[in-house]
């Protein structure tokens, strides 16, 4: 069973910056596309970014350029470097594997998320 949690989460003002990270546990080597979703309240869920096994990226036109996913494969990690965040970045964070690619929002397996602020 793969289980995922995330962590970094918090507040900061727009323009700051916070990275997420998300450890996970339950397979030996990621074979399916990870990713990082997020939903504001009143808001469907949306795709942030995600990342295949070869590394290869995709983002959510909102964020590009601003976001970055990436992974430390030998330490099971995968990370979410948000910068110039925006008070419309405000949301709960989840990052996910085995997902579906952007826009899509299905997942086989869910974090708990982390919630980020970006204040005005």
């Known amino acids: 069973q793969v289980k995922l949690v995330e962590s970094g989460g918090g507040s900061v003002r727009a323009g700051g910056s916070l990275r997420l990270s998300c450890a996970a546990s339950?397979?030996?080597?990621?074979?399916?596309?990870a990713g990082w979703f997020r939903q504001a309240p009143g808001k469907a869920r949306e795709g942030v970014a995600t990342?295949?096994?070869?590394?290869?990226?995709e983002y959510a036109d909102s964020v590009k350029g601003r976001f970055t996913i990436s992974e430390d494969s030998s330490q099971k990690t995968l990370y979410l470097q948000m910068t110039r965040l925006k008070p419309e970045d405000t949301a709960f964070y989840y990052c996910?594997?085995?997902?579906?690619?952007?826009?899509?929002?299905?997942?086989?397996?869910w974090g708990r998320g982390a919630q980020v602020n970006a204040s005005s």
């Open positions: 990342i295949e096994p070869d590394g290869s990226t």
């Open positions: 339950g397979y030996t080597q990621r074979i399916f596309r």
């Open positions: 996910a594997n085995n997902v579906t690619p952007l826009p899509g929002v299905a997942a086989r397996y």
